[in-house]
């Protein structure tokens, strides 16, 4: 593991923590609030904190690999809309 991989792992780790602190903690809060039978009693979601930590470690760190899987010398930003469109393209059927 190169230190430029971990780099970028801790990069989009903190990014996807901050940006679904701010979805869920702050903007969609009072949305959350409305619906006490949809989730769960905050004391039990923080029981569960530790394993969302480590759930996102694991995704920022597989999405930093596939990334790096296809990254070429060219333009980042035509890498970026390649790998988002990877993502979302639908599997061959055969």
Same mark, same amino acid.
Request: a positive charge; hydrophobic letters at 60%; aromatic letters at 14%.
């Given at each position: 593991? &190169?230190? #430029?991989?971990?780099?970028?792992?801790?990069?989009? %780790? @903190?990014?996807?923590?901050?940006? &679904? %602190?701010?979805? +869920?903690?702050? @903007?969609?809060?009072?949305? =959350?609030?409305? @619906?006490?039978?949809?989730?769960?009693?905050?004391?039990?979601?923080?029981? =569960? %904190?530790?394993?969302?930590?480590?759930? +996102?470690?694991?995704? *920022?760190? *597989?999405?930093?690999?596939? =990334?790096?899987?296809?990254?070429?010398?060219?333009?980042?930003? *035509?890498?970026?809309? #390649? %790998?988002?469109?990877?993502? =979302?393209? /639908?599997? /061959?059927?055969?």
């Amino acid at each position: 593991m &190169s230190k #430029r991989f971990l780099v970028a792992w801790i990069i989009i %780790f @903190l990014a996807w923590m901050v940006g &679904s %602190f701010l979805v +869920h903690a702050v @903007l969609l809060n009072e949305d =959350y609030m409305q @619906l006490p039978n949809l989730f769960r009693p905050e004391a039990d979601a923080e029981r =569960y %904190f530790p394993l969302m930590i480590l759930a +996102h470690a694991i995704l *920022a760190g *597989a999405l930093v690999w596939i =990334y790096a899987q296809g990254v070429r010398a060219k333009p980042w930003l *035509a890498q970026g809309v #390649r %790998f988002v469109a990877a993502l =979302y393209r /639908e599997p /061959e059927r055969a």
